[in-house]
T-cell receptor, first 115, second 108 residues
Framework: ETGVTQSPTHLIKTRGQQVTLRCSSQ?????VSWYQQALGQGPQFIFQ???????GRGNFPPRFSGLQFPNYSSELNVNALELDDSALYLC??????????????FGEGSWLTVV | QKEVEQDPGPLSVPEGAIVSLNCTYS??????FMWYRQYSRKGPELLMY????GNKEDGRFTAQVDKSSKYISLFIRDSQPSDSATYLC????????FGQGTTLQVKP
């Protein structure tokens, strides 16, 4: 158990709809990041939040957005869902000390199917 | 060229075999290297974490980094059926850059 919890675990949405995925980070961690993992692929970095501010973003369109709350929990929002958004969405948390190389722990993920 | 390349396999070995999993990376400035294990339909679990070059051992697992060749390896000794999973190498640059993952099956 990593202490990173995600909800919901599975969901099905229709193309064009919007979805919100939630994550509670491990106690004491101040940084949360989100990854998308398509079937048979490695996870791809979406974005990262540190102290409620986005401080890094991967190659994903603006319809992927997020929030981090004062308790360091986080949300991932995806608007105008497309079929290719079907994937496992992973939340990861860590403690950013500024020295780099911090250990990153993942939750079990949210499986999103877009039909 | 992808930043991290990993042979997706699948790799099938008999129980007790030594397994070698490998990745190559493109940027010589990378310094932090990680291996994750991912069971089917689960989140990745951190296995090993190494900084710069050299070896790191943890039980049956050994992680090796060769910065001159930009090559990272994970060795599993005395492999067990419970080791059957997908193994992901990752470079830590503040975010994680993953390889595609290698699927390993250890047959009893």
């Amino acid at each position: 158990e990593t202490g990173v919890t995600q909800s919901p675990t599975h969901l099905i949405k229709t193309r064009g709809q919007q979805v919100t995925l939630r994550c509670s980070s491990q106690s004491g961690h101040n940084t949360v990041s989100w990854y998308q993992q398509a079937l048979g692929q490695g996870p791809q970095f979406i974005f990262q939040y540190y102290r409620e501010e986005e401080n890094g973003r991967g190659n994903f369109p603006p319809r992927f957005s997020g929030l981090q709350f004062p308790n360091y929990s986080s949300e991932l929002n995806v608007n105008a869902l497309e079929l290719d958004d079907s994937a496992l969405y992973l939340c990861a948390s860590s403690w950013a000390s500024g020295r780099g190389g911090n250990t990153i722990y993942f939750g079990e993920g949210s499986w999103l199917t877009v039909v | 060229q992808k930043e991290v390349e990993q042979d997706p396999g699948p790799l099938s070995v008999p129980e007790g075999a030594i397994v070698s999993l490998n990745c190559t990376y493109s940027n010589s400035a990378f310094q932090y290297f990680m291996w994750y294990r991912q069971y089917s339909r689960k989140g990745p679990e951190l296995l090993m974490y190494t900084y710069s070059s050299g070896n790191k051992e943890d039980g049956r697992f050994t992680a090796q980094v060769d910065k001159s060749s930009k090559y990272i390896s994970l060795f599993i000794r005395d492999s067990q059926p419970s080791d059957s999973a997908t193994y992901l190498c990752a470079i830590h640059t503040g975010k994680l850059i993953f390889g595609q993952g290698t699927t390993l099956q250890v047959k009893p």
